[in-house]
T-cell receptor, first 107, second 112 residues
Framework: KNEVEQSPQNLTAQEGEFITINCSYSVGISALHWLQQHPGGGIVSLFMLSSGKKKHGRLIATINIQEKHSSLHITASHPRDSAVYICAVSDNNDMRFGAGTRLTVKP | NAGVTQTPKFRILKIGQSMTLQCAQDMNHNYMYWYRQDPGMGLKLIYYSVGAGITDKGEVPNGYNVSRSTTEDFPLRLELAAPSQTSVYFC???????????FGEGSRLTVL
């Protein structure tokens, strides 16, 4: 069993829909990261959080430390949100990555 | 600022050849990392460095070597390339060990 599990693996939505991507982990962490990988391959950091909730534009990330679970929400989804979303957990110098959730938003 | 710069973007190698993937960052980050990404799998850590002159193995170090002679540069050396090393390689850096990661654009390597 992977230490970081994401669901779903693939997600297709219509433009405007509310999107939720889930991440569960089984190890102790200092922080959890949400990353976005565009079709061209580049990876950018969206959020880094260790508790509570963070919001940036239409993106919201939450974490529940007790349940070892995080969610990434996208409100009013748009085709440009189509990408692979990766959850990663870090502790000291060690970072473990989920396999990613491929999101396709159709116009 | 350029951020994290990786070269080359693409390379095809024959089995047994050697090559170096270059990585440079201009953010004065202490921490630098090399990851590989295989289809359907999460990123795997190959090597990391916590500062100039210090390197350490990650999860999948076999077949690779690194050096960190300066804060800015963290090259990854592949000796005796094997088909199992066909992958996309990402260099990343962060200011602190659990800080925000900044990634290079990736290097797609094919070993035939």
């Amino acid at each position: 069993k992977n230490e970081v599990e994401q669901s779903p693996q693939n997600l297709t939505a219509q433009e405007g829909e509310f999107i939720t991507i889930n991440c569960s982990y089984s190890v102790g962490i200092s922080a959890l990261h949400w990353l976005q990988q565009h079709p061209g391959g580049g990876i950018v950091s969206l959020f880094m959080l260790s508790s509570g909730k963070k919001k940036h534009g239409r993106l919201i990330a939450t974490i529940n430390i007790q349940e070892k679970h995080s969610s990434l929400h996208i409100t009013a989804s748009h085709p440009r949100d189509s990408a692979v979303y990766i959850c990663a957990v870090s502790d000291n110098n060690d970072m473990r990555f989920g396999a990613g959730t491929r999101l396709t938003v159709k116009p | 600022n350029a951020g994290v710069t990786q070269t080359p973007k693409f390379r095809i190698l024959k089995i047994g050849q050697s090559m170096t993937l270059q990585c440079a960052q201009d953010m004065n980050h202490n921490y630098m990392y090399w990851y590989r990404q295989d289809p359907g799998m999460g990123l795997k850590l190959i090597y990391y460095s916590v500062g100039a002159g210090i390197t350490d193995k990650g999860e999948v170090p076999n077949g690779y070597n690194v050096s960190r002679s300066t804060t800015e540069d963290f090259p990854l050396r592949l000796e005796l390339a094997a088909p199992s090393q066909t992958s996309v390689y990402f260099c990343a850096s962060s200011l602190v060990s659990t800080g925000e990661l900044f990634f290079g654009e990736g290097s797609r390597l094919t070993v035939l």
